[in-house]
DNA sequence: TTGACATATTCCGTAAACGGAATATAATCC
DNA sequence: GGATTATATTCCGTTTACGGAATATGTCAA
């Protein structure tokens, strides 16, 4: 068995690139036509109709018809899982951020320190 | 061309369960041994192996070697491109949260003003 | 109806992914 | 050295993903 298939999971789903440029692309307008979204990245139609397919079975996405027109758009709360799963590891990131932050200030303390003393010379090792 | 190869793409690389798993696993011990993981998971060793090569390969693990064992640990930031994309959609998560809250204030405030009413019967509409 | 447009589906080919079994490598102990 | 343990790699088979081209469906308009 392969990995759980794309129209199954929303892991597997996202994946693909070109799903997550639709998703962003989603995310900022609603009710987005395939044609827009065709012009939009550039991509041929039938690509499109396809990755709209998976995002569509994985529920990610809703249509509505509008005359000929297939409307789009995002059902951000089936992307919760990920977002879930991602957020475990929250603790982590905001240690992060912590380290960084330190070394920022770290390094500020160590230029004032600096001041009046000589510049080294770049390369002096 | 078929998904990006989960050797080179974090996204591709979280789309297997079993590695989701193993990375829940290492984020909570650090310094883990192949055969515990095999353990814990009830994976054969193989596969395991072969999960953790792939981890290894987008960098997400680590690994060193002690005696004849492997021990592996997270490398949480190559995970960061994950959360930053799903980031993006906090705002929309708050507002899903506030949805939520503010559905459970109202349903509070029906409740207390139902008080000394008559108790609805169920289904009536 | 016919025709133009918007979108979906089908068919085909190629490239991987994953699992399983067997085997290889590498470190340790006798 | 040989045996044992821990881990990695290889080979094979099946399943699936994706892209592209062609085609089908569906909707409007005249």
């Known amino acids: 068995m392969p990995r759980p298939s794309t129209t199954a999971d929303v892991f597997s789903a996202i994946a693909e690139p070109r799903r997550r440029q639709i998703i962003d692309l989603l995310s900022?307008?609603?009710?987005?036509?395939?044609?827009?979204?065709?012009?939009?990245?550039g991509l041929p139609q039938p690509a499109v109709s396809k990755h709209?397919?998976?995002?569509?079975?994985?529920?990610?996405?809703?249509?509505?018809?509008q005359g000929q027109q297939r409307l789009y758009e995002l059902n951000l709360e089936q992307l919760?899982?990920?977002?879930?799963?991602?957020?475990?590891f929250d603790q982590y990131w905001e240690r992060q951020l912590d380290r960084?932050?330190?070394?920022?200030?770290?390094?500020?303390?160590?230029?004032?320190s600096a001041t009046g003393?000589?510049?080294?010379?770049?390369g002096t090792t």
Do not use: C
């Open 100 to 112: 960084i932050r330190a070394k920022a200030e770290r390094r500020a303390r160590e230029l004032s």
């Open 80 to 88: 919760r899982p990920v977002y879930d799963w991602v957020k475990t």
């Open 52 to 65: 709209l397919g998976v995002l569509r079975a994985v529920g990610i996405v809703s249509v509505s018809k």
């Open 117 to 122: 003393k000589t510049t080294r010379k770049k």
């Open 28 to 41: 900022r307008r609603r009710g987005v036509a395939v044609g827009t979204i065709v012009m939009l990245l």
